[in-house]
């Protein structure tokens, strides 16, 4: 158990990290619009001052469904892309398969399990386990057959009393192909509802309402007064040299960032957050408007610039390491 300065601490930590990143939710979306980032961050310091306040008066009770593992705790095998296929028997009752994150899963609880994977040869780097092994423990098995999400593992494990959430990032590092993850736990740890989330990083844009509360109908005035760089019908509207300094910073090593809003005629309305940040280009884009595409989220960790001149000219964030891209402006000569 946790003493109270220390459950402090990681709720902090936890803190930290969320304002980082933001887990990829497909049922849930903000309706606020053009909320202060000043007040939101008041708000949300404000939460987590009273989680302290309340949770330090009882930690005991607390801490005792919640527990939470450490990225160095989590011991795991890994294994890099080959031609081995990472997929599982989908007759399985605890297969889960997430199509739009491009992660599949389950759990292998008993040796009489293990053994038909380890005899049909499809995972390279499968734990050594016995049956007695599996007396007190059970595996779990997280893979990607979707390259852009290479280098995955295991960051965070929690704990509740009625949950085993298991957050998957991925590792920049461009020798890190890892797509098949292995974690042995304990079966105290086992719960009904396993669920295992991929992490995107994303840009930190202050200044900026939050991409996920922007409307549907995001006016170009609403962008303007925002800052955004602005473009309409593959034409500069508003905002070019905001996005020539933002070349000319990142050329320079500095850190920076922007927002494109982009509308194509009436029927088509996206906006790309660009954050470059030590040295690495941070993208998330969200399409608020599309007939077909709407509400759709991409995001893209990326190492260079590119300029595509062709009708057009397309300035394209590129991941050496995947070969995953994002355009941040598309114009016309």
Request: net charge negative; hydrophobic share 30%; aromatic share 14%.
């Amino acid at each position: 158990m946790l003493d109270e300065n220390r459950f402090i601490e990681e709720v902090w930590k936890k803190y930290e990290i969320e304002t980082r990143v933001k887990k990829k939710d497909k049922f849930y979306e903000k309706k606020q619009y053009k909320a202060s980032n000043k007040k939101l961050l008041l708000k949300t310091v404000a939460s987590f001052l009273l989680v302290i306040t309340i949770t330090a008066t009882a930690i005991g009770g607390t801490y005792a469904v919640v527990q939470k593992y450490t990225k160095e705790e989590v011991k795991q095998e890994r294994t890099d892309w080959s031609d081995t296929k990472p997929y599982f028997n989908r007759n399985d009752d605890n297969f889960i398969y997430n199509l739009e994150d491009g992660i599949e899963y389950g759990i292998i609880e008993t040796y009489e399990e293990y053994m038909e994977y380890k005899e049909r040869d499809i995972w390279e780097n499968m734990p050594e386990m016995t049956e007695e092994d599996f007396n007190n423990n059970f595996l779990i098995v997280i893979t990607t057959s979707h390259l852009y999400r290479a280098g995955i593992y295991i960051s965070d494990i929690t704990e509740t009393e009625d949950t085993l959430e298991i957050e998957v990032r991925t590792n920049d590092e461009k020798e890190d192909m890892t797509t098949i993850v292995f974690s042995k736990l304990s079966k105290d740890k086992y719960k009904e509802n396993i669920v295992v989330n991929y992490i995107y990083e994303t840009p930190v844009m202050e200044g900026y309402t939050d991409i996920d509360e922007l409307p549907r109908e995001y006016k170009i005035e609403d962008a303007i007064e925002e800052g955004c760089v602005v473009i309409k019908n593959y034409k500069f509207y508003s905002g070019e040299d905001k996005f020539y300094e933002f070349l000319e910073k990142v050329e320079n090593g500095e850190n920076a960032n922007i927002r494109v809003y982009s509308k194509y005629e009436e029927k088509q309305i996206r906006v790309r957050d660009i954050e470059y940040r030590d040295g690495k280009y941070i993208g998330e884009e969200r399409m608020l408007k599309d007939d077909e595409y709407e509400g759709k989220k991409s995001y893209i960790v990326g190492d260079k610039i590119t300029i595509l001149d062709g009708w057009g000219k397309t300035y394209r964030i590129i991941s050496e390491k995947t070969e995953n891209f994002m355009d941040i402006v598309s114009i016309d000569k």
